[in-house]
């Protein structure tokens, strides 16, 4: 095929500066900017534009709208942002979480884990969790993490930098195999824990949130002191259970 | 995705018909060619024009319809399945011939009979039919590796040729516009077929960057092998004039006739691929029957428009052969065919590059400039190549093929009358969904519309 790929060049340093001008100014604009637009607000000539948007779309980093005029940021930019980009959870999951927060008297955390990622998307504002940075880096010790771990065949291809197994705490599982033992166990009763591995004064148990089709879509964590996180009563892990539930149907739209 | 481009192009035929160019010509066959290939080249830069905007898998049927509206879309449609059409044809009757000829010439077979062709073509056409149905993945690698033999074999045999001097009579230098225009037909002929790669746009990996380059650098490379394939045979001449001439090597022509099969067996697959991916465009916008539209449950492949298109691609050249017409009298008539509604394909999406440019708002001085020269290259071809078809009394072709237009106008009005909405909605094309859009920067309508589109 012709994808002969040149190594980069890093020659045209004007070039590339031109080419990350448009990539912010699209992001100022919002969706739906034209190359028109984006040419009068950066002072560029037409052509140019044109010819840096053509790229930008062709390397993926920006997506023309179906109406052709119009472009959005591309999927690479998610790539790159990686953790840091926050969507809007919507309206109807935001509330039945808030419901759970009320209810429940726990921190309660959810986390989009889509496309291999973890990313918390609704943080429970009054106890923040560990920054997601340390989460996503760290997917052994975290019981979202666990949940994503447990739904690849292989979890160390998911985590190659987790091989290693850091350990964050004196609790965090160290060994390859007994993290196995774990993940398999999350396998079977789809629910992860945690006992004061990411941060020795919290434990977690989290639920997976899937699609209709079984395809995990987010998970729902509550932490709190490794103590009482031990000991939960029954009826608070089946209010979680019913908020996870209902929550399937409520993610569908989060990316 | 190249090797679909390439192999509908099909270069060592080509080539071959660059040599009988210099035999017929002379010297002066290099700088048709050269022309044939800028000509090309510029219908390559508009093409890539709208394959840098969007993946498209009715090529040039959906970038016109994008461009000039429905009717001219779907002009250029019929033009498309017309000429796609008659190179399957074409190419599936010389295969069949050469694996024919290859086998004589190896003495598996007594002669060049017609029933052996029969089975032959028979045989091929089904393989064909197989491998489109069962996937590109399959039939791109397969091509690439047919084309990439073939070149190499043509190539090896004309440079041998060139060495020993080659027996042929140096042609007369007089030239007229007739043979002229005959000859830039054949060096038109030879290039048509390189914007097929944008058929396979929606299966392609990063189609925006891959396609247009396809699309520039395929009319470029190929032309170039053809020149350097008709200096190889000029240079063959004018050893052989000089007293050389000694007898070619007994397997070359055995070789070079596989070669060729394999080539041409390319082309008919690749075109094949192009003209199911027109059909299945239409299907989608459903100005021809939906069914068309259907994709194959596990190959995720157009099969209902591929198996649609078997009564004429295979039963078409096996009629032939019953009837026992001599080939090369059906190849003439096929291949002006071809040419003409190619050029006349390629004319609308010359036309279309300014008006679609103009409308999304990105329309530059230079674009609309080469598209606009090209548009006038190309439509100074057809005259040309309508006045060769002319001079060798085949206007009635000509006629038929305009009057095959004219029924698919006829046809797409039928449609606007029972339902306009189809109509003005045409040009399906891979539109971006939210899985391809930044998290929270996709406007709210793409959520809900987006995803019922996507093809894969």
Redesign the interface.
Known sequence: ???TDHPPAGRQPAAIRSALTVLEQV?RA???V???ELSAALGMS??TT?RLV?LL????YL???????GF????K??EL?GAV????VPAGAADAVAELRSRVRLAVHLASLRHGRLRMVDPDPDHPPSPDAVLARHLHASALGKLLLAEQHDWQALAPGAADLRQLTPQTVGRPDALEKELDQVRGDQVARQFGEVRPDRGCVAMPVRDPDGTLVAGLAISGRPDRIAALAPDVLRLVERCAHDLARLLR?L? | MAAQAVSVVAPSPGMMSATAMVTAMGAAAVPVIGLATLAMTLVGLAVAQFARRMAAAGSLYTYVSKGLGPAAGFLTGCALILAYGSLVVMCLLGSGRRVVGFLAEAGVLPDRGGAPALVVTALLGAAMTAIVVRGIRVSAALTLLLEAGSVVVVLTALTVAAYRGSNAVPPPSPLDVGVFAAALMTGIKALVGFESGCALSVEARKPFAVVPRVVLWTPAACGALFALAAVLHLVGIARGAGGGGGPELPILPALVQLGLASSLFACAMASMNAVVRVLFSMGRDRVAPPALGRTHARYRTPYVAAYAMVPLAVGVPLTLLVLGKPGRWISGWLELVAVLAFLIAYLLVCLAVAPFLHRIGEATGAATGLAALAAAVIAGSIVLVVRAGLNDGLGWLVVGLVGFLWLGLLWLLRVRRRAPHRVSAMGFFDAATPDDILPGASPDEMASGGASRRER
């Open positions: 095929m012709a994808t992001a919002g969706p739906g034209t190359a028109r037409p052509a044109y053509n779309v062709a390397e993926e997506v023309r709208l179906p109406d052709l005029r959005a940021l591309g999927r930019v998610v942002a980009a926050h969507s809007a739209t990316v």
